[in-house]
């Protein structure tokens, strides 16, 4: 079996020289097109529909499931996705260190608060989960207690 010298042979090094430098253009070519695409979902909001996707109610009623003779309210997370998504890639575009890919302004001032809002996030799915848990294990009667206490709880408290 013969063994390639290819230390020697300057034809074989131009080679990988060239197949490198198609590899490094082809994965910039990838980057910047990646980049180009995640400016543009983010490019459908503005600062003031950023404020409003941060205003929205945390926890939202699901729609109704009866569970036997009774219908049982569940809660379910409303906290937006997609800046969770959009404040995740940020970080990613952020650890490129690179001039070429800056992430806006509004992206980097929501982007210090991240952590933030990833602890509220799981934070309001452990009680969404403790809440429809507690609502299932209810029976009748006392699921009809406990919505008559919150009747009564929130006429005291408007």
Not at 34 to 46: A, H, I, P, V
Request: glycine share 2%; charged share 25%; aromatic share 12%.
């Amino acid at each position: 079996m013969e063994v390639c010298d290819a230390t020697n042979d300057s034809t074989f090094d131009d080679n990988i020289e060239a197949v490198y430098c198609e590899l490094q253009e082809a994965l910039l070519t990838f980057q910047t097109q990646k980049y180009e695409d995640w400016l543009e979902t983010f490019s459908n909001f503005d600062s003031s529909q950023l404020q409003l996707r941060l205003e929205l109610p945390i926890l939202r009623k699901s729609e109704k499931a009866t569970e036997g003779r009774i219908n049982i309210r569940k809660i379910e997370s409303n906290f937006d996705n997609d800046l969770l998504s959009i404040l995740s890639e940020s970080s990613f575009w952020e650890k490129m260190d690179n001039d070429m890919f800056i992430a806006p302004i509004q992206i980097l001032g929501l982007a210090h608060q991240k952590e933030n809002f990833f602890a509220m996030n799981e934070h309001i799915n452990i009680v969404v989960r403790a809440y429809n848990d507690l609502i299932c294990d209810l029976n009748g009667t006392e699921y009809v207690y406990l919505v008559q206490l919150w009747v009564h709880s929130t006429a005291v408290f408007t």
